[in-house]
């Protein structure tokens, strides 16, 4: 690393850039990048800080909650109870919460994603996504992705990683945890735009509707079977950290809907998971579709609405979202081969 970039420098000379609100915006960032710090060391202690990894209750979703759900979602409310945000949206509670209504922005946040994964000691994640507060309060929420002025997330693996979407770019920083800071290690992130790997979780293959399963189909045929490439896979089952690997490496997520009812609209949220994913994939180059809407679009109903989201490099979101295009979405769910088969090689 040449130049030792902060977070703290580079949010002080975005703010300069953003004249209307811009060291708030900053102050926001700062506050939930702090409140990560304090995250990062009490997931690295685990059960020596007292995590045991029981289940405190059920979120208003019906997920269940681990006693570091409920710790990550006081850390981030705390941190930004002290900064201009006027109401937070979080994965761990039914409704928004109003901290201060006349401040400039507002907060959807996942305090910690994926924390079913801490077991195995496999990388899980904090996602917010930021919006300028509308006139009434609470329709913010409501309003479509493209409404976001910054967004990121946080992956706390064998590094601690923020990845922040902000004027327009994306940049990726590591925690120092000597200096108990964040430096940035990547700049203006552009998303490869060829890599052949895709992201999905295949034991659900049997659910997919014809497009999807088309689609992978196509990918594992790989160039003997006629497709215009080898394909790699991987699944984590943490999204935060397959969208890093995209962000570093290119290639495709998934999660779509399915035909079991509870899939109907996908897994993930549109508020705190796939509209800040979209925004960042946007910014780096790429692409985050349903199959047949662009995330960015999409405006949520509800708090806790999902989504089906596909994202990465705009070539592969392109090649998905072709095979929705020539099949009807009432045949989704159809497993005829004429609809379920009308691939990329007709
Ligand atoms: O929403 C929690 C989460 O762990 C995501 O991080 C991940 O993308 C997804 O669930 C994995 O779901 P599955 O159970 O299908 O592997
Ligand atoms: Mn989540």
């Known amino acids: 690393m040449d130049e030792r970039v902060t977070l703290r420098s580079h949010l002080d000379r975005s703010a300069l850039q953003t004249p209307l609100h811009g060291a708030a915006l900053a102050d926001v960032i700062k506050a939930i990048a702090s409140a990560s710090i304090e995250l990062a060391g009490l997931i690295a202690d685990g059960p020596f800080a007292g995590i045991t990894g029981r289940h405190g209750g059920i979120n208003s979703d019906g997920d269940q909650q681990r006693d570091i759900d409920v710790a990550a979602d006081e850390m981030i409310r705390r ?79 064998p590094q601690t990683t923020l990845v922040l ?3 327009a770019r994306v940049d990726v920083f590591m925690l120092d945890r000597h200096a108990q800071e964040f430096v940035q290690t990547r700049q203006a992130v552009q998303i490869a735009r060829n890599m052949p790997e895709f992201a999905i979780n295949a034991s659900n293959h049997r659910h997919w509707h014809g497009p999807v399963r ?22 984590i089952g943490s999204l935060v950290a397959e969208a890093l690997r995209i962000l570093v490496r290119g290639g495709v997520f998934l999660y779509p809907a399915d035909a079991r009812p509870s899939y109907r609209e996908g897994r993930l949220r549109l508020l705190y998971e796939a509209h800040p994913m979209a925004l960042i ?4 180059g790429g692409a985050a579709s349903t199959g047949r809407r662009r995330i960015l679009e999409l405006a949520a109903k509800t708090p806790h609405q999902r989504v089906p989201l596909i994202m990465g490099s705009v070539h592969h979101v392109r090649d998905v979202t072709a095979i929705h295009d020539r099949i009807e979405p009432m045949f989704d769910n159809s497993d005829a081969p004429l609809f379920a088969r009308r691939g990329l090689f007709l």
């Open 79 to 157: 941190a930004l109870r002290g900064t201009p945000v006027a109401a937070v949206l979080s994965e761990e509670a039914a409704l928004p919460e109003t901290l201060r209504p006349s401040a400039p922005f507002c907060v959807a946040i996942d305090p910690l994603d994926g924390s079913a994964n801490l077991d195995n000691n496999i990388s899980v994640g904090t996602i917010f996504s930021i919006r300028p507060r509308g006139n009434d309060l609470l329709s913010t929420f409501f309003e479509p992705g493209t409404a976001q002025c910054a967004a990121g997330f946080i992956v706390y693996g």
């Open 165 to 167: 979407a902000l004027n």
């Open 214 to 235: 088309t689609y992978i189909d196509e990918c594992l045929s790989g160039i003997s079977g006629g497709g215009d490439a080898d394909f790699n896979m991987r699944w």
């Open 281 to 284: 994939m946007e910014w780096a």
